[in-house]
C-alpha cells in the first residue's frame, strides 16, 4: 500500500512522528521496516478480501510517536502525558469515502486495548463547516473521534484540536495479530 501510494504523502512512509523524521542521513523505507521488524511501530491495518492493505491507523507509545503536529502549541500547556498516541491514518487513494478510515480506528482501539488500554490521545482536525482536503488529514477528522468517546482537550492550530479518550484494557487479551477486512 505505501508503494502504491508514493511511500504516502511523498515519501513519508508514516515516519513523520517517529524521531528519526528529519534526519537527512536516513531512508524513510528503512527506517519504518526496521522499526515495524523490531516491535517498535505499530498500526491497524485493512486488508480487502484479496489480501491487499487499503488503509491503517498509526499508533504507538509518546515515546515512539514524539513527533507530534502543533508541538510549540501543544507544550504552552501539554495535556496529562497519554498512554498511546493516534498519529496517522492513511487510506489508499482508490479507495477513500469507504468507511475505511472507520475500521481503521476500530482495529488500532482494539489493538490498544488488547494492549492494556489506557489514555489515547490525538490531534485530528475539525472539519464541520468546511471543505477539508482529504489528503491533508493525517489524523483523519475530529468528528469521526468524537463517535468514537474522544473529547476536545485544546485547539492546537486553526482546525487542529489535541482529544482523548480512556480505552479500558481488554478482558481477554488475545493475539494482537488482528486484521480487520473490507
Known amino acids: 500500500m505505501v508503494e502504491r501510494n508514493n511511500g504516502i504523502y511523498g515519501g513519508c512512509w508514516c515516519i513523520g512522528y517517529h524521531p528519526e523524521c528529519g534526519r537527512r542521513d536516513i531512508d524513510h523505507r528503512t527506517v519504518k521496516e526496521e522499526r515495524?521488524?523490531?516491535?517498535?511501530?505499530?498500526a491497524a491495518m485493512v486488508i480487502?478480501?484479496?489480501g491487499r492493505a487499503q488503509g491503517w491507523c498509526q499508533y504507538?507509545?509518546?515515546d515512539e510517536l514524539s513527533n507530534i503536529k502543533h508541538k510549540r502549541k501543544y507544550d504552552q500547556d501539554p495535556p496529562p502525558l497519554p498512554d498511546w498516541?493516534?498519529?496517522?491514518i492513511f487510506v489508499d487513494r482508490k479507495h477513500r469515502g469507504r468507511g475505511i478510515a472507520r475500521v481503521a480506528l476500530e482495529g488500532a482501539l482494539d489493538q490498544i486495548s488488547k494492549r492494556g488500554g489506557g489514555l489515547v490521545?490525538?490531534?485530528p482536525e475539525v472539519t464541520a463547516g468546511r471543505d477539508a482536503q482529504g489528503r491533508f488529514l493525517f489524523s483523519a477528522t475530529a468528528e469521526l473521534f468524537e463517535e468514537y468517546g474522544f473529547e476536545k482537550i485544546r485547539q492546537v492550530g486553526k482546525h487542529a484540536w489535541i482529544m482523548s479518550r480512556e480505552v479500558d484494557p481488554a478482558s481477554d487479551p488475545r493475539s494482537l495479530g488482528i486484521t480487520s477486512h473490507i
Open 36 to 42: 515495524v521488524r523490531t516491535d517498535r511501530a505499530h
Open 60 to 62: 504507538g507509545d509518546p
Open 121 to 123: 490521545e490525538a490531534i
Open 85 to 88: 498516541r493516534i498519529t496517522c
Open 48 to 50: 480487502d478480501e484479496g
